[in-house]
């Protein structure tokens, strides 16, 4: 996890001790961030490491974004978030399984209207005879490539594939 200040003029961010805009290689446009940073116009950012290993970047917006004492303070609430296991929480529909989705998505007033709406609910019950248990966010793009391949194994078009129907006889 860390801060980094994201140059005005060129917009690339790096560390907060650097007193010139560079980069790894010496590339940057050599502004005086120093300089920048006492009239307020360098921003920050944050990132840090998700499950799963995926790297985020969080733009500080709002009249503290320039503040890298605020900066610090996002920080470290990101790390006691990650530590707690709660980087999450703002989105509650993360450990929400397929089939919870599903329910979800065919309760929705507009969708009941649509005049594929039986279609719809095959095309998903089929789905969810494989993925049903599963969290949403634990999905792999190898395992649905795999389910397509599988379902094409049988003969099945390649708009039928893309659909979810399917034989009961495939994962069952």
Same mark, same amino acid.
């Given at each position: 996890?860390?801060?980094?200040?994201?140059?005005?003029?060129?917009?690339?961010?790096?560390?907060?001790?650097?007193?010139?805009?560079?980069?790894?290689?010496?590339?940057?446009?050599?502004?005086?961030?120093?300089?920048?940073?006492?009239?307020? *116009?360098?921003?920050?950012? &944050?990132?840090?490491?998700? =499950?799963?290993? #995926?790297?985020? /970047?969080?733009? @500080? +917006?709002?009249?503290?974004?320039?503040?890298?004492?605020?900066?610090?303070?996002?920080?470290?609430?990101?790390?006691?978030? *990650?530590?707690?296991?709660? &980087?999450?929480?703002?989105? =509650?529909?993360? #450990?929400?399984? /397929?089939?919870? @989705? +599903?329910?979800?998505?065919?309760?929705?007033?507009?969708?009941?209207?649509?005049?594929?709406?039986?279609?719809?609910?095959?095309?998903?019950?089929?789905?969810?005879?494989?993925?049903?248990?599963?969290?949403?966010?634990?999905?792999?793009?190898?395992?649905?490539?795999?389910?397509?391949?599988?379902?094409?194994?049988?003969?099945?078009?390649?708009?039928?594939?893309?659909?979810?129907?399917?034989?009961?006889?495939?994962?069952?």
């Amino acid at each position: 996890m860390a801060v980094l200040a994201e140059c005005p003029f060129c917009h690339r961010r790096q560390t907060t001790r650097s007193k010139k805009c560079t980069s790894k290689n010496g590339k940057g446009c050599g502004a005086d961030l120093e300089k920048a940073k006492r009239s307020g *116009k360098v921003k920050y950012w &944050i990132a840090y490491r998700v =499950p799963g290993g #995926k790297q985020r /970047f969080e733009k @500080l +917006t709002g009249e503290n974004a320039t503040s890298v004492e605020y900066a610090r303070a996002a920080d470290a609430k990101r790390k006691v978030q *990650k530590r707690e296991n709660r &980087i999450f929480d703002i989105k =509650p529909e993360a #450990k929400m399984t /397929f089939q919870e @989705l +599903t329910n979800w998505y065919l309760g929705l007033e507009k969708v009941k209207g649509k005049a594929y709406f039986r279609t719809l609910q095959y095309n998903l019950a089929s789905f969810n005879k494989v993925f049903g248990e599963t969290i949403v966010r634990d999905i792999k793009p190898g395992a649905l490539e795999e389910y397509q391949a599988k379902r094409k194994a049988l003969g099945l078009s390649d708009s039928y594939v893309d659909q979810g129907k399917m034989g009961s006889n495939l994962y069952s």
